[in-house]
């Protein structure tokens, strides 16, 4: 295996230290008010997120940020990226994951990183380090949705097994999702996920909560 695939591997492991264990993208909210109540409707949330919410956004971002040949271009989709949070908390998640994988980066890497939204580092960082794009997405959204699935676990009567069933179920879309991408723009860019940005913002009152978003 390359150390390219190994260094992707790497940062989207549990052990790297950008604390996604912490955000549920508003899914404890959406469990919580019963949106999402069983593995049917999880596994429905996680595919609209994924074609129609921030995982098809997400992954513009990075097409974009991998593609970019100036800072100026860089800046330009931070600004975007924070532009299409869904709220305070959303913005919080991608900005705070995002400074900390450029945090961890810059030291491991002895390259210096500029913080910012997550997809947006993320695209800049593959580049400046020679990761495969195709490979990136994937692998970005296979974690994406991952987490959001152990974070289930965690809020509602969801056992393991089946948590790995519905994300065995999901990794075509995944790809589907990835491969189409390759070929998007920014003119592509958009989002009709209503009832996740709303619980991304309903998040922002509910109590008890384990996850900061």
Same mark, same amino acid.
């Given at each position: 295996?390359?150390?390219?695939?190994?260094?992707?591997?790497?940062?989207?492991?549990?052990?790297?230290?950008?604390?996604?264990?912490?955000?549920?993208?508003?899914?404890?909210?959406?469990?919580?008010?019963?949106?999402?109540?069983?593995?049917?409707?999880?596994?429905?949330?996680?595919?609209?997120?994924?074609?129609?919410?921030?995982?098809?956004?997400?992954?513009? &971002? +990075?097409?974009? #940020?991998?593609?970019?040949? %100036?800072?100026?271009? *860089?800046?330009?989709?931070?600004? =975007? /990226?924070?532009?299409?949070?869904?709220?305070?908390?959303?913005?919080?998640?991608?900005?705070?994951?995002?400074?900390?994988?450029?945090?961890?980066?810059?030291?491991?890497?002895?390259?210096?990183?500029?913080?910012?939204?997550?997809?947006?580092?993320?695209?800049?960082?593959?580049?400046?380090?020679?990761?495969?794009?195709?490979?990136?997405?994937?692998?970005?959204?296979?974690?994406?949705?991952?987490? &959001? +699935?152990?974070? #289930?676990?965690?809020?509602? %009567?969801?056992?393991? *097994?089946?948590?790995?069933?519905? =994300? /065995?179920?999901?990794?075509?879309?995944?790809?589907?999702?990835?491969?189409?991408?390759?070929?998007?723009?920014?003119?592509?860019?958009?989002?009709?996920?209503?009832?996740?940005?709303?619980?991304?913002?309903?998040?922002?009152?509910?109590?008890?909560?384990?996850?900061?978003?």
């Amino acid at each position: 295996m390359s150390i390219e695939l190994h260094r992707l591997i790497s940062w989207f492991s549990p052990a790297f230290p950008i604390g996604a264990f912490s955000y549920s993208h508003g899914l404890e909210a959406a469990i919580a008010c019963g949106d999402v109540a069983d593995g049917a409707t999880l596994k429905s949330w996680l595919t609209h997120l994924l074609r129609h919410g921030s995982g098809w956004n997400d992954c513009l &971002l +990075i097409v974009s #940020a991998y593609n970019a040949d %100036a800072e100026a271009e *860089i800046q330009q989709l931070r600004d =975007l /990226a924070i532009a299409l949070s869904a709220g305070k908390e959303r913005q919080l998640e991608s900005c705070l994951q995002g400074d900390a994988f450029a945090k961890t980066v810059s030291v491991v890497s002895k390259q210096r990183v500029e913080g910012g939204p997550l997809p947006v580092v993320v695209g800049n960082v593959a580049k400046m380090q020679g990761i495969v794009l195709s490979d990136l997405l994937s692998v970005y959204l296979h974690a994406f949705v991952s987490n &959001l +699935i152990s974070a #289930a676990t965690r809020s509602m %009567a969801l056992g393991q *097994i089946e948590a790995q069933q519905i =994300l /065995a179920e999901l990794f075509p879309q995944i790809d589907d999702v990835a491969t189409n991408a390759l070929s998007a723009s920014l003119d592509d860019v958009g989002s009709c996920s209503f009832l996740a940005d709303l619980a991304s913002m309903q998040h922002e009152t509910i109590q008890p909560r384990q996850f900061r978003t």
